[in-house]
């Protein structure tokens, strides 16, 4: 099992997808998933959404619920988090789950950027709804200005993308990081990784420090 944390707007969608495309991982994303619900209107969604309008985590207990339902569905595949844990509560729960289902963290790989950079990533950040495609105007634009390259309809910006909700939520993060940073290299398996340039530069730094864990 492998864990790809980091600050918002760093790239850990992006090369989430890569990696688990690469190495044949089931991913979990905690963002999509909760996005998806709050889209859907479920009951976890209407739970949810007054934190993520405001820039904030979503309740830890919400949180751990739906990754325990995720591991036992697929406790038996190769696995990719992405974005979770965000706390030093939810990795204690991680490893406890973890180790009720007889399975293991085997790498704890955090992408690191400066928030200045962070800042001028998200406020660039577009989607596309239908194929749920990310670009980014300053590292990964697409071909035709707004416009998806395979769907070729209209990109758009989320609500949070704007400079005050990520300075709250990388306040939140910074916050959070050094403790689980020192658990995670307290069990050996924390890995840092500078997230600058193309998204296929960070994916090559990537892949070196997961070719020794994947064959």
């Not at 950027?113 to 239908?130: D, F, G, P, Q, T």
């Not at 300075?167 to 924390?190: E, F, H, M, T």
Request: charged share 25%.
């Amino acid at each position: 099992m492998f864990l790809l944390f980091g600050p918002p707007g760093v790239g850990k969608g992006t090369q989430a997808d890569l990696v688990s495309n690469k190495y044949k991982l089931i991913k979990f994303s905690m963002g999509d998933i909760l996005r998806d619900e709050v889209s859907l209107d479920t009951s976890v969604g209407n739970k949810v959404k007054r934190y993520l309008d405001k820039g904030t985590l979503a309740p830890d207990d919400v949180v751990v619920e739906i990754v325990e339902d995720f591991l036992i569905d697929n406790q038996k595949s190769h696995l990719l988090f992405d974005g979770f844990p965000r706390n030093l509560n939810q990795a204690l729960n991680l490893e406890k789950m973890v180790a009720q289902l007889g399975l293991s963290i085997n790498l704890a790989l955090e992408l690191s950027l400066s928030s200045a950079e962070i800042v001028k990533r998200v406020v660039n950040r577009r989607y596309c709804l239908s194929c749920g495609r990310i670009y980014n105007y300053i590292t990964n634009p697409p071909q035709n200005d707004g416009k998806c390259d395979a769907c070729n309809l209209k990109l758009v910006k989320r609500d949070d993308d704007n400079e005050e909700i990520i300075a709250q939520r990388l306040a939140i993060y910074n916050d959070q990081a050094k403790p689980l940073i020192d658990y995670y290299k307290s069990l050996g398996v924390y890995r840092q990784i500078e997230a600058s340039g193309s998204p296929q530069d960070v994916f090559e730094k990537i892949s070196l420090v997961l070719n020794g864990y994947i064959k």
